[in-house]
């Protein structure tokens, strides 16, 4: 007959072996628990803010008695705010740098990985790295003085050099410099990705298709790439992301101008919220986009899947 010490002690054990299994069943979710509440602190609960502050008329110090005013930020956002504008900037200059990034990248790291000679190797992996450690305000810096139609080395050359007329890259061709320019700082990054996954390609495959007589070509189109995919898939899914939310560079190199030419969206709500003070409009825009990258975002990942990528 067992005794009341005994029940107890029986009672905590199964206790402990409960939460003990308990713990083992669920290991990965707990260490992922910190961070998951970390990234909803800072994203949802700043997200859900914004949605209130495109909601209502002027942020007060008590939110319950702020004036709701519908989606009248919204219609001020896209009649008078530009907003439609710079929606069509960023998506030109997210397109355009996305495509000459991704191509690129993938033709210097299929150049260097062509590359027989080790020392060659680590001299062109590093040269074409170089760029991307440039920051963002000491790139626009040097851009807008080696751009520039009176001091700039870049006119000069072309001028001295050629028989073309140097155009005003700031004045002329503001877009197509923006789009160069980050094309330039941002190629290595996906070169690195590329190089990477060009380098985990079995050498029996690239050898079987060469004893087969494909040309170099038909290799790289119809074996290397194809293994290649959830690597292409990842590196272009990361840099669509994060050319949603170029800054600095377009700002420091033009301010959005001449005009309006190379007004992103970022720059549009920096505008709105701390030269205009419209609190409600900038709000109204970055929810648009918010909502805009997210269903892009999703769109791509539903159309190439993740499938391969955690093999």
Not at 9 to 26: H, I, K
Not at 34 to 41: A, D, G, K, N, Q
Not at 87 to 100: C, D, E, G, P, W
């Amino acid at each position: 007959m067992s005794t009341p010490s005994q029940t107890k002690s029986e009672t905590a054990d199964s206790g402990l072996a409960r939460v003990r299994d308990l713990w083992n069943d669920y290991l990965p979710y707990w260490f992922m628990a910190p961070m998951v509440l970390v990234m909803m602190t800072i994203t949802f609960f700043p997200g859900a803010y914004d949605l209130y502050l495109s909601l209502i008329s002027e942020p007060t110090m008590n939110v319950f008695a702020a004036d709701f005013v519908g989606l009248q930020h919204y219609e001020t956002a896209f009649t008078s705010g530009g907003a439609a504008h710079s929606f069509v900037i960023t998506i030109t200059v997210v397109a355009s740098a996305l495509l000459l990034e991704t191509v690129l990248g993938f033709g210097l790291a299929a150049l260097v990985a062509g590359v027989d000679a080790g020392r060659m190797k680590s001299f062109y992996r590093v040269l074409f790295i170089l760029p991307m450690a440039v920051a963002p305000v000491s790139l626009a810096t040097i851009g807008r003085i080696m751009l520039n139609s009176q001091i700039g080395v870049i006119p000069y050359v072309i001028e001295a050099w050629t028989p073309l007329a140097s155009p005003g890259f700031l004045s002329e061709v503001p877009l197509l410099t923006v789009i160069l320019l980050d094309t330039w700082n941002w190629t290595p990054f996906m070169f690195i990705i590329f190089y990477a996954g060009l380098s985990s390609v079995p050498d029996t495959l690239v050898e079987a298709s060469r004893v087969d007589g494909a040309p170099l070509w038909r290799r790289y189109v119809h074996v290397i790439i194809p293994y290649m995919k959830p690597v292409v898939f990842v590196a272009t899914l990361i840099r669509l992301i994060d050319l949603f939310r170029t800054f600095g560079v377009v700002y420091g190199l033009t301010q959005g101008g001449p005009g309006t030419a190379t007004q992103l969206v970022s720059i549009n709500i920096y505008e709105q919220m701390f030269i205009n003070n419209q609190t409600g409009v900038a709000a109204a825009i970055a929810i648009v986009y918010l909502v805009m990258v997210i269903a892009l975002a999703n769109i791509v990942i539903a159309k190439v899947g993740f499938e391969g990528v955690w093999d």
